[in-house]
């Protein structure tokens, strides 16, 4: 099947982080495309011709699948390719996935589905998803896999900050039950993606994606013990990474206040939670990554009192997003290290985004200049480029330097 050969629509449920520029690559790659989300706010929005996130090369993109026709509904369309990419949270107690929100998005998909009709989740599950809650929903309804409906699992690898390369330039897996329809799913992708597709089937495609974020995850927590190790014995971690890594067989990651965002801090319980007796390394990653923020809360402690400022309103935090040059705040290291300070009743600090376009969080300051004439410690817990072409406003600060982006003396690193 040539997606403009045969023209049925292709029904992009979720227009989250990666629903949206999915739908709009295949938009842009010729195919016929209705994004569909349950939230009517983001519909409108989308409606307007506005976009709800910010990302590189993203308006372009949204203009182009505009003028390809691509439409935005609260309904699901009745057709035979549906792409899932709804949230996938976790339980905190448990550490297994929560499901109900694919499961939901599946079970609107069949009331309308047409026979034959693909259906492929792109969200991130944990291993063995489709199996104990997929399937079951399928065949709940008498329907009968691999006739009725086909099930596909097409793992997102993309990068915010760089999604739309991505999307167009990273390997990516596709796992089926029945080769045949991995091919058809595979050719409606390469519409837009130009790098190697590789079929495999479900459970394999459901493990690799977990298997990577945790690779990062555990490589990050090394990045992050050797900072805690090297500040002990007042050694510069950075400068020992980057002599490491002119090894020809080492890579080491950067340290950082914490890991967030919705991939990285999330998969690996996945793993933690369905293997409990397998899990040692990953375990161990994920706490270490986890202490970071209650770390840099130690670090700002030290550095109060070396310079007697005993009032906690004296500290800003830049920074709310989980990382450099995103709008994204889920699971960020600053929310973290926010509700620590709650935890030690640590009230009063004061933070600035300038990705951050509404109030999130208490204190918060909508302006950078008026920020930092209400500190006098500044804690640089994102790395954005906005503070990096913005030194001269911050040299007369005391900094707290998280991301190793400030170049002069006198900085205070992890
Ligand atoms: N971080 C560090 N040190 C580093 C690299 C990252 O502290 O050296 C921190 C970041 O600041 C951030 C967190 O880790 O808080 C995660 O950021 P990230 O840039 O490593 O990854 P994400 O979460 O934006 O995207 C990841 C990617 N996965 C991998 O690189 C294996 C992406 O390809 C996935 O598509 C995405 O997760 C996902 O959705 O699963």
Known sequence: MKGSDRMSVINVIGQGYIGLPTALML???GHKVVGTDINRELIETLNKGELTFEEKGLDQLFAEALSKGIKFSTEYQKTDIYIIAVPTPYVKESKRIEPKYVISALNSVLDVCIPGSIIIIESTISPGTVDRYIRPEIIKRGLVIGKDVHLVHAPERIIPGNMIYELENNCRTIGADDTAIGEKVKEIYSSFCKAEIILTDIRTAEMTKVVENTYRD???AFANELAKICRSDNLDVYEIIRIANKHPRVNILQPG???GGHCISVDPWFL???YPDLTNLILVARKINDSMPSYVLRRIRDI???H???DIAKVGLYGLTYKENVDDTRESPTLQLLEKMDEHLAFGVKVYDPYVKSRIVEHQFMNFEDFLNEIEILVIMVGHDHI????????GKIILD???VCRFKGVYKL
Not at 388 to 395: E, P, R, T, V
């Open 27 to 29: 938009a842009r790659g």
């Open 218 to 220: 555990v490589n990050i």
């Open 257 to 259: 206040p914490g890991v």
């Open 272 to 274: 933690v939670g369905d």
């Open 304 to 306: 109060m009192r070396g």
């Open 308 to 310: 007697n400022i005993r």
């Open 388 to 395: 990096k072409k913005n030194m001269d406003l911050i040299k």
């Open 402 to 404: 998280t991301r190793n």
